[in-house]
C-alpha cells in the first residue's frame, strides 16, 4: 500500500491544530493606542493644573526652624518667598542664596517644600568664637574665621581677639606672608584646642605672628601657646603645667616637649 502523501500529511497537520486564531481588527489596535493616549495626556494636564493653575498647591505659609539669635521675622523677610505663588516653581536653591547673602550670621539653611502649602527653612546660625573690638561694638567671628555680624553688647564668654602685628622684623614678615585673615583662622584654631577648663576663663587672645600667639585668662594669667601648631600636645602639656605649679602666673608651652612656668 503506498504511503500518504505530501499534500496529506498537511491537511491532517492543519486538522489537528485547528484553524488559525482570528486577527484583531487593526481598528480596534488603533482605537485602544488613541485612548490611551488620550488618557496620558488628560492625567498629564490635570497635573500640571494641579500644580500651577489650581489653588490646592500654592504657598500659604513659611515656618522657620533652628533661629537663635535672628527673629523668625527677619529670616522670612530676606527668604521673600512669593506667597500665593505656586509651590512647585518656588526656586529653593534662590531662596537659600538670598538668606546667606542678606544674613550672614545663617551658616547654612535647608528650604524644604510641606506640601501642599508650605515652605520650610530650617536654619543652623553661626557661633562666635572671637570678637574684634572696635568703637564700642563687637564683630563676631565664628570657628572658620569668618567675621559674620557686629553687635553692640559682646557675647558672654567669648574672648576678645588682639591682633598686634609688628611692623618690622620678623613678625612682619610673617603678617605679610600670612595675611590677617590666615592670622585670625590661627587663632580660631588655638581657642579650639585649648583644655576647656582654660577657655572657660580666657578673655583675650593675642596674635602677633603665625608663631606668637598668646592667651590671656580672666585672673590675668597668661599662656605662650606659639603657634598653632602641635595643638592637642599643647593642650596637654598645658594641663600638667598648671596642676603642677599652681601658683605661677605664666605659662609657655610654646614647645611642648620644653615648658616653662614662672610667677611673672
Do not use: C
Not at 500654592?58 to 518667598?81: F, K, N
Not at 599662656?223 to 609657655?252: C, N, V, Y
Amino acid at each position: 500500500m503506498a504511503g500518504t502523501t505530501t499534500a496529506e500529511r498537511g491537511q491532517r497537520q492543519q486538522e489537528s491544530s485547528g484553524p488559525p486564531p482570528p486577527r484583531r481588527p487593526r481598528a480596534l489596535r488603533l482605537r485602544t493606542i488613541i485612548i490611551l493616549t488620550v488618557a496620558l495626556a488628560l492625567v498629564t494636564g490635570g497635573g500640571v493644573w494641579v500644580l500651577y493653575g489650581s489653588q490646592w498647591a500654592r504657598v500659604e505659609r513659611v515656618s522657620v526652624t533652628g533661629a537663635r539669635d535672628l527673629t523668625p521675622e527677619q529670616i522670612t523677610e530676606a527668604a521673600d518667598v512669593p506667597l500665593g505663588a505656586p509651590l512647585i516653581s518656588v526656586d529653593t536653591d534662590a531662596v537659600a542664596a538670598r538668606l546667606r547673602g542678606k544674613l550672614p550670621r545663617i551658616d547654612t539653611v535647608d528650604v524644604v517644600r510641606a506640601w501642599p502649602h508650605g515652605i520650610s527653612l530650617k536654619v543652623t546660625e553661626r557661633t562666635a568664637v572671637l570678637l574684634i573690638e572696635n568703637d564700642g561694638k563687637f564683630t563676631e567671628v565664628d570657628d572658620e574665621g569668618v567675621r559674620f555680624a557686629t553687635v553692640s553688647k559682646a557675647p558672654k564668654g567669648v574672648p576678645l581677639l588682639e591682633l598686634t602685628v609688628a611692623r618690622s622684623g620678623s613678625a612682619a614678615a610673617s603678617a605679610r606672608r600670612f595675611g590677617e585673615g590666615r592670622l585670625m583662622r590661627e587663632a580660631v584654631r588655638v581657642t579650639d584646642s585649648v583644655p576647656a577648663a582654660v577657655a572657660r576663663t580666657t578673655r583675650l587672645v593675642k596674635v602677633r605672628s603665625y608663631d606668637d600667639i598668646s592667651l590671656e585668662l580672666a585672673d590675668r594669667r597668661t599662656i605662650a601657646w606659639g603657634s598653632a601648631e602641635q595643638g592637642a600636645a599643647k593642650a596637654r602639656t598645658l594641663t600638667a603645667l598648671m596642676k603642677a605649679e599652681p601658683d605661677a602666673r605664666h605659662f609657655d608651652v610654646s614647645v611642648p616637649t620644653a615648658p616653662a612656668a614662672s610667677a611673672s
